[in-house]
């Protein structure tokens, strides 16, 4: 709690001074990602989904999947996502991120019809094999 108090007045004395930056930089050195994507998208709204897709990325590093695909899904990003649980042969996972990409039509395009078609076929045939 003291130290959360200790980021706001740190964070306020960096906006007086026109530092947004470093209240950023201070948020992505605690790990406190959630205030990070707050100041970005408010100081670099033109950075919000290179961010979302840089934290994606480090997220499935760490192998904390979920917050990775939460971060991909923001930075419009679900070939990533889908690819990270394909790998990771998380197959209902892929399915449904495939899926939701598909209802939401984010993955517009003949490219990336292909790849979805591809895709949920290939989740489809792995989902079926796991309950034979």
Not at 45 to 74: G, N, P
Request: aromatic share 10%; proline share 1%.
């Amino acid at each position: 709690m003291e130290s959360k108090q200790k980021c706001k007045e740190t964070e306020k004395l960096f906006l007086t001074v026109n530092q947004a930056d470093l209240a950023i930089n201070m948020y992505k050195k605690l790990k406190q990602h959630d205030e990070m994507i707050r100041f970005v998208e408010k100081f670099h709204a033109d950075l919000l989904q290179q961010t979302h897709v840089h934290l994606a990325q480090l997220s499935e590093k760490e192998r904390k999947f979920s917050i990775a695909e939460h971060h991909y899904v923001a930075g419009r990003e679900y070939k990533s996502a889908i690819r990270m649980y394909v790998i990771q042969k998380m197959w209902e996972d892929a399915h449904r991120v495939a899926k939701n990409s598909q209802d939401l039509g984010m993955l517009n395009g003949r490219p990336a019809g292909v790849f979805l078609k591809k895709i949920l076929v290939s989740i489809h045939v792995r989902l079926f094999l796991l309950f034979l």
